[in-house]
């Protein structure tokens, strides 16, 4: 019996290619049109598909440092303690966010950081405009006047000294409270999150909390007149082991690329990567194929399907070349994985906001920690082993013969890669 969803495809592909002869606009055309039947088909598949619980594998600490951390996977666990970390606040809240749904829980983070204002403390507020379009302006409206907010918009003022510079959505989530304790990771608010989806965030509480409040006060400071920055602080001392990492395209700054990087091309044993989106540069590619290729265990986990299927489709042209150079791709199915984490050799980790695509490394403002710590290293390989039981591993004989009609769906989206 004929699969409906993979004859869609190849319709499209067989009109994509005629399509494709013509040139440029001919490609354009191609790509739309098997954009157009992938959407079509995930639409199908979303309404057939039962809403299930997502996985927790728990939440899992250490001490690191003077710092103590904490992982979590589960989003009403880290809700529950971003909201008390808020209601206890005693002196400054800074809150940055990508996605702020408009249900239940974006209610509770509204009402929280409003009593907090309007109790004295000093709240600043960042979330990106474009992200939240489909919110009700009412919703945002319902913020004290006592909560300084900024609305992030995609295009800045400026915009003419510099298209990059002055663009870039603010895909960071990250919440500091009183310079003490912070939290950053993959979690967007919204209830949808706290269940359904995989996820994972680190609360740090000690010193280190110092370069979170930074990246968040550095971005609200570039776009706000001196008296109404955030006061700088300083650090407690030279020596940290939990670093920050910001992507601010403001200032051309793009550390979180650097460190993936550099930690790669030191792996010696293995590198374990989660990641929901998978678009990466050559540089980021041909480090992870030479690491497997000298011996490194290098496994790659991302969602058998993602809420983004353009992006699955551009991720699986890759999928070859990794395979023939020994990387295992490992098929989350339980859920959306949405987790951005790392860790190599049992001594390097990160966790963060960041994908590994051009938008998160290049585009993009991002918040990573960067943690060179074996006893965190072994919390979040904790973490990976439990999901990797609820992933498939792509074999390279199966990959072979996937149908041609994907083969080509896969080619005409190709181009599309530097965009995503």
Same mark, same amino acid.
């Given at each position: 019996?004929?699969?409906?969803?993979?004859?869609?495809?190849?319709?499209?592909?067989?009109?994509?290619?005629?399509?494709?002869?013509?040139?440029?606009? %001919?490609?354009?055309?191609?790509?739309?049109?098997?954009?157009?039947?992938?959407?079509?088909?995930?639409?199908?598949?979303?309404?057939?598909?039962?809403?299930?619980?997502?996985?927790?594998?728990?939440?899992?600490?250490?001490?690191?440092?003077? $710092?103590?951390?904490?992982?979590?996977?589960?989003?009403?666990?880290?809700?529950?303690?971003?909201?008390?970390?808020?209601?206890?606040?005693?002196? $400054?809240?800074?809150?940055?966010?990508?996605?702020?749904?408009?249900?239940?829980?974006?209610?509770?983070?509204?009402?929280?950081?409003?009593?907090?204002?309007? =109790?004295?403390?000093?709240?600043?507020?960042?979330?990106?405009?474009?992200? !939240?379009?489909?919110?009700? &302006?009412?919703?945002?409206?319902?913020?004290?006047?006592?909560?300084?907010?900024?609305?992030? &918009?995609?295009?800045?003022?400026?915009?003419?000294?510099?298209?990059?510079?002055?663009?870039?959505?603010?895909?960071?989530?990250?919440?500091?409270?009183?310079?003490? @304790?912070?939290?950053?990771? %993959? #979690?967007?608010?919204?209830?949808?999150?706290?269940?359904?989806?995989?996820? /994972?965030?680190?609360?740090?509480?000690?010193?280190?909390?110092?370069?979170?409040? !930074?990246?968040?006060?550095?971005?609200?400071?570039?776009?706000?007149?001196?008296?109404?920055?955030?006061?700088?602080?300083?650090?407690?001392?030279?020596?940290?082991? @939990?670093?920050?990492?910001?992507?601010?395209?403001?200032?051309?700054?793009?550390?979180? =690329?650097?460190? #993936?990087?550099?930690?790669?091309?030191?792996?010696?044993?293995?590198?374990?990567?989660?990641?929901?989106?998978?678009? &990466?540069?050559?540089?980021?590619?041909?480090?992870?194929?030479?690491?497997?290729?000298?011996? @490194?265990?290098?496994?790659?986990?991302?969602?058998?399907?993602?809420?983004?299927?353009?992006?699955?489709?551009?991720?699986?042209?890759?999928?070859?070349?990794?395979?023939?150079?020994?990387? /295992?791709?490992?098929? #989350?199915?339980?859920?959306?994985?949405?987790?951005? /984490?790392?860790?190599?050799?049992?001594?390097?980790?990160?966790?963060?906001?960041?994908?590994?695509?051009?938008?998160?490394?290049?585009?993009?403002?991002? /918040?990573?920690?960067?943690?060179?710590?074996?006893?965190?290293?072994?919390?979040?390989?904790?973490?990976?082993?439990?999901?990797?039981?609820?992933?498939?591993?792509?074999?390279?004989?199966?990959?072979?013969?996937?149908?041609?009609?994907? =083969?080509?769906?896969?080619?005409?989206? $190709?181009?599309?890669? &530097?965009?995503?």
């Amino acid at each position: 019996m004929t699969n409906p969803h993979s004859s869609a495809l190849a319709r499209a592909c067989r009109l994509a290619g005629k399509t494709a002869l013509i040139g440029t606009g %001919g490609l354009i055309g191609a790509q739309l049109t098997v954009v157009g039947a992938l959407a079509a088909i995930d639409g199908i598949k979303q309404r057939g598909r039962r809403k299930r619980d997502a996985p927790r594998p728990g939440t899992f600490h250490a001490q690191v440092g003077d $710092s103590r951390l904490s992982v979590y996977t589960s989003g009403g666990a880290l809700y529950d303690h971003m909201i008390e970390a808020i209601d206890g606040a005693q002196s $400054s809240i800074q809150l940055e966010t990508f996605i702020w749904k408009g249900d239940e829980m974006g209610q509770r983070f509204i009402d929280a950081l409003n009593r907090a204002g309007d =109790r004295g403390v000093r709240v600043h507020v960042i979330y990106d405009g474009f992200a !939240n379009l489909v919110v009700k &302006p009412s919703f945002f409206g319902q913020f004290s006047d006592a909560v300084d907010v900024w609305r992030m &918009p995609v295009v800045r003022r400026g915009f003419w000294k510099g298209l990059i510079r002055h663009t870039g959505l603010d895909h960071s989530k990250v919440l500091v409270v009183d310079d003490a @304790v912070a939290f950053v990771g %993959g #979690y967007n608010i919204g209830s949808m999150y706290a269940r359904q989806w995989r996820d /994972t965030h680190v609360r740090v509480i000690g010193p280190d909390v110092w370069g979170l409040r !930074n990246s968040i006060s550095r971005k609200w400071n570039t776009a706000h007149a001196p008296q109404d920055h955030i006061p700088w602080i300083p650090a407690d001392d030279w020596k940290q082991e @939990v670093h920050a990492a910001s992507n601010i395209p403001l200032q051309l700054v793009y550390p979180i =690329r650097g460190l #993936y990087l550099t930690a790669i091309e030191r792996a010696k044993d293995h590198v374990y990567v989660n990641t929901p989106y998978f678009v &990466p540069d050559q540089q980021i590619l041909s480090a992870l194929l030479d690491a497997s290729r000298r011996g @490194v265990d290098v496994r790659v986990m991302l969602p058998k399907d993602s809420n983004h299927i353009v992006a699955d489709w551009v991720s699986r042209g890759f999928y070859k070349e990794m395979l023939d150079a020994g990387v /295992t791709i490992l098929l #989350y199915r339980a859920s959306m994985i949405h987790a951005k /984490t790392a860790t190599i050799d049992g001594q390097w980790s990160t966790v963060g906001t960041a994908n590994i695509d051009r938008l998160s490394l290049s585009f993009n403002y991002e /918040t990573n920690v960067e943690v060179i710590d074996a006893a965190f290293a072994a919390e979040v390989e904790k973490v990976f082993a439990a999901d990797s039981e609820h992933c498939e591993v792509l074999k390279p004989a199966a990959w072979s013969d996937r149908p041609l009609m994907a =083969r080509a769906a896969e080619t005409i989206l $190709s181009p599309l890669r &530097p965009f995503m």
